[in-house]
Structures are given as C-alpha cells and as structure tokens.
C-alpha cells in the first residue's frame, strides 16, 4: 500500500499573507434570503437583522483577537485586523475562524429572539495599505448607500403591488435622483433623513476612556484610563475630511501610521 502525504495536499494552508501588514477579512451572510423569510423581518430594513449583526461583529473583540475596527451593513462585517497577524498570516485559518465565530454568535443572538435557523457566513481576505484603509471603508459605504437606496425603492413598488422580479426590471438603470424622487413620491420618505444606520452602516471599534479609580499607594482618588468595545450607529462618511481623520487617528491610536 503507498504510503501518502496527506499534509500536502492540505493546499489552502500553505497561503499566507504577509503577517507584518494589516489585513481586512470580510464575512458575508450566506442565503439570508432564505433567513428573512423565515424571520419575518419588515421591509426595507429590520432593526433586529441589523443589532444581530452587530452583536456578531463584537464577538472577536470580546475574545481577545487583534480587530482594529468593524464595519457592518446589509449582512456583511468587515474586519480590520493589526499586525502581527494571528495564525501566522494563514488565510485558511483566518477566514474560517472569523466566518465560525460570526456563525455562531449571529445564531445565538438569533435564539435571544426566540428565532431557531441555521445560518452561515463565507468569508475572504482583502489586502490593503495603510493609506487605503479609508478608500476601502469609502467603498464599502459607497455600497451600503446604494443597497439602501434600491431596498426602499423596489419596497415602494413592491407596496403597490408589483412583484418582486418586476420591480427589480423597473429599477434597473434609473439613476440615484429618480430612485430618491420615486420614494418619496410613493412613500413620503426622505432618504436623506432615514436612520443613519441605514444610509451608512454601524462601525465599531476599540475606544480609550477615563474613570475614575483609587491609587492605594497614594490612598488617593485618581483618573485611570480604560479600554471599551463602542458601537457608533451614526458613523461619519468615510469619504469626507471628517471621516478619514477619524480612521487616521483611530489607526494611530493602534500604532499604525
């Protein structure tokens, strides 16, 4: 009987990338098509999708991975991770383990709500330059606005009446301002005074805060300063001056430059 190498042909574990760079892994949600239905969720947008999702995106700050930041919309988490890199920079490694951990605490946030489902997430890695961390959180954004926009338009056909696969024709070519014009005129609503989390995703991060402690050396009161997992549903737009200084300085504040 030939005796077989079965460690080479484990191909995938033999990709690495260069664990001295950051890295973005991005986990999407698996035919949650299928999920919606089986939850119910309200049309366009379901609040309770959204804060599953986030709770999901917490987990591997909670468990002590090296996150830097997490960007949610729709039902994608995008995960920028530090050097060095865990698992020796193994992309098999990472992508399971970050699409495994959000699997899991997306369906346990899911039976809190009494909603039994299997669910899944695919996962990829995304090299990126430091001074492309805010092209690529632009990018993502750019595309969350758009999911945003054409979700409340096909639901004012919808609404009407029209099916699902007719309304995806009807829209298809028209331009931002006649999908805005198209809602408001069918809804009443003003795109641009929706929920932010909505029109540019929820971002969370690591923030630094002061409380205050007690030195027992000094038998004094004293200001300690303590680290925090945040949720900003009301992030700034990446694209603008505002938005870049604040990745600029949330990166500094990681040693990244």
């Known amino acids: 009987m030939q005796t077989i190498d079965w460690k080479t042909r484990e191909i995938a574990s033999t990709f690495r990338m260069p664990e001295d760079l950051p890295l973005i892994v991005r986990v999407d949600g698996w ?14 947008f ?21 996150v830097i930041l997490a960007y949610v919309f729709s039902d994608e988490i995008s995960f920028l991770i530090k050097p060095p890199l865990p698992f020796k920079g193994r992309v098999e490694k990472l992508v399971s383990v970050f699409a495994s951990i959000v699997s899991s605490s997306f369906s346990m946030a899911l039976r809190e709500m009494n909603v039994e489902a299997n669910v ?42 029209m099916s699902s696969r007719r309304a995806t024709k009807e829209l298809k070519g028209m331009k931002a301002p006649e999908l805005h014009e198209l809602v408001f005129q069918e809804l009443g609503i003003n795109l641009a005074k929706i929920p932010a989390w909505q029109r540019r995703g929820v971002l969370i991060f ?33 694209s603008s001056e ?3 200084s604040f990745i600029i300085s949330l990166l500094r504040f990681h040693g990244l430059e």
């Open 31 to 44: 035919k949650f098509h299928n999920l919606a239905k089986k939850m119910g969720l309200r049309k366009p």
């Open 46 to 66: 379901d609040e309770r999708m959204i804060k599953c999702l986030v709770k999901a995106a917490e987990e591997p700050f909670n468990l002590g991975l090296p």
């Open 120 to 161: 899944g997430f695919d996962g990829r890695v995304v090299v990126v330059r430091h001074r492309e961390i805010s092209d690529y959180l632009s990018w993502r954004q750019a595309e969350a606005w758009r999911n945003c926009i054409n979700a409340y338009a096909q639901y004012a056909l919808i609404s009407k009446g």
């Open 206 to 238: 690591i923030e630094e805060y002061e409380k205050e402690g007690f030195d027992p050396i000094s038998n004094k009161r004293t200001i300690v300063k303590r680290r925090r997992v945040r949720k900003e549903w009301e992030p700034p737009l990446f």
């Open 242 to 244: 505002e938005g870049r």
